[in-house]
């Protein structure tokens, strides 16, 4: 029994076995709890009083550990980008909110004080179109304000550097499609909104195809919008939680993920979304080095190889650009 157990243990924590932890949190949800409490049990209890600790030091792994393992994990996680060329970065609300957006599940986020289901479904825009409207035309008038920050920057750099470039964004607003490195933004084909786009109305009837961007356009808050082709109600282009997310989309990510990526960077989402997991592991799995950047822990952070818990805004230029501009020879 206790050979089996250690045997769970070193595999389940072992720095190479993401594609194992995978699978148990997945499929053996109670062994991962487990083992999860058994690991912080062994951090913080004295050594003779929990006699498993005998079987497993995570330090042993050199993957948590003392302030040294941390500067060479983030050398490496700098190397990796340096060295590599395939790379797929996923982004939440984090990104934006250093550029005055809330979250959805943050301090301020919206789901704290708003019921997602009677905003953010299709059941519920064909009960109460303005309220869902209303809480959209807010939403819009909010992102036009608001600028893109050095992380939506930082990633145009590095997608400048990458032989392919994959930005998978769970975001609506268009700060990344807006984000400028030296005159020059993310091409369509390296960007790719999963939950749509906020900016786009489109009309709710399955026959007609209307669609169209109102970014400049002032939004007439009193009235509810309609299609001008078959004067159907228009509704906003985002996903819902009760829909599906564009097909095309989809197959564009995982023909992505076909081929290895070298370093597959995920910031500022609480990866609530069990695809948003799926395609970063699929990624680690494959061979990706898996750097996230996030002010929290998440449901993705046991897995990464690197997790740097910070504000992406703060970090994420010094990365990209130590990593892309100093070269590979100014790490020793
Ligand atoms: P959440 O609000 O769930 O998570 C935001 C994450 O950003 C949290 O993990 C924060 O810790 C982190 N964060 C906050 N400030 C940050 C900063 N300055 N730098 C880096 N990270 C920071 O938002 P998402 O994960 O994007 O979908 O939510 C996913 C989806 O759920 C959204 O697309 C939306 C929502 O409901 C739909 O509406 C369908």
Redesign the pocket.
């Known amino acids: 029994m206790r050979a089996c157990y250690r045997y769970w243990l070193t595999f389940y924590f072992h720095p190479h076995r993401n594609a194992f932890r995978a699978y148990v949190d997945w499929f053996f949800p109670t062994v991962s709890a487990w083992l999860q409490r058994d690991e912080e049990k062994a951090a913080t209890w004295p050594a003779r009083t929990f006699r498993r600790q005998r079987f497993f030091d995570p330090s042993e792994f050199g993957w948590i550990g003392s302030e040294k393992d941390k500067r060479v994990q983030l050398r490496r996680a700098i190397q990796s980008i340096q060295e590599k060329t395939r790379v797929m970065v996923v982004t939440?609300?984090?990104?934006s909110?250093?550029s005055g957006l809330p979250?959805?599940?943050?301090k301020e986020?919206y789901?704290r004080k708003w019921n997602?289901r009677r905003l953010?479904t299709l059941e519920a825009f064909q009960r109460t179109p303005e309220i869902v409207w209303q809480f959209y035309y807010e939403r819009r008038q909010q992102i036009r304000q608001s600028e893109p920050n050095a992380?939506h920057v930082a990633i145009v750099q590095l997608a400048l550097n990458c032989a392919e470039f994959l930005l998978v964004t769970?975001?609506?607003d268009d700060l990344h499609d807006r984000a400028e490195y030296q005159g020059q933004r993310l091409s369509n084909g390296q960007i790719i909104h999963i939950?749509g786009k906020i900016f786009v109305s489109r009309c709710t009837n399955p026959n007609c195809d209307f669609k169209r961007n109102d970014r400049n356009a002032g939004d007439v808050e009193a009235e509810l919008p309609r299609c001008p082709r078959c004067n159907w109600n228009l509704r906003p282009g985002?996903?819902?939680?009760d829909e599906d997310n564009d097909h095309n989309d989809e197959e564009r990510i995982e023909k992505f993920l076909t081929k290895p990526c070298d370093v597959v960077l995920v910031?500022?989402?609480?990866?609530?979304?069990d695809y948003i997991r799926r395609w970063v592991l699929t990624a680690a799995v494959k061979g990706a080095w898996f750097i996230e950047?996030?002010?929290?822990k998440?449901r993705l952070s046991r897995f990464a190889h690197h997790v740097i818990h910070r504000?992406?805004?703060r970090v994420l230029p010094q990365l990209v650009n130590e990593a892309v501009e100093l070269g590979p020879g100014s790490f020793g």
């Open positions: 939440g609300a984090g990104i909110a250093e979250t959805f599940r943050g986020g789901w997602p953010a992380a769970q975001n609506v939950h985002v996903v819902w939680f910031i500022g989402t609480t990866a609530t979304f950047i996030n002010p929290d998440t504000r992406a805004a």
